[in-house]
């Protein structure tokens, strides 16, 4: 069973082979890995964990992770790094949006641009 709190810590730690094997472990892992990413996500994070846990989310895909990353881009304004990395992820995803949805994300990456490089 994977410990999702230190493969976390991992994804957060700036040493990029720990953030590699971190990122393999859990793609690995594919949809199982979703729910416990998640319940790291909302228990709190830093956002370079968080970031990294968006990453992972978005490169497995699928209904939950979709859903986690919109519910991230919606209602996390406080928090831009995550919500940046958000959109980034479903922006990733875009055959699984709606246009409505893909305008939205776009116009968003669009403005944010000029103010910050992208978290992917």
Known sequence: MADYQELVQFLGSGDIMKIQAATMILIALQEEAINPLGDQLYAGVTDEQGVGILRVVS??????????????????SSRPLLQLAAAEGLFRNKDSLSDDEMTRVTVFLANNAKNSGSVF
């Open 59 to 76: 490169e497995i895909g699928g209904p939950d992770a979709l859903a986690m990353l919109r519910n991230i881009f919606e209602f996390e």
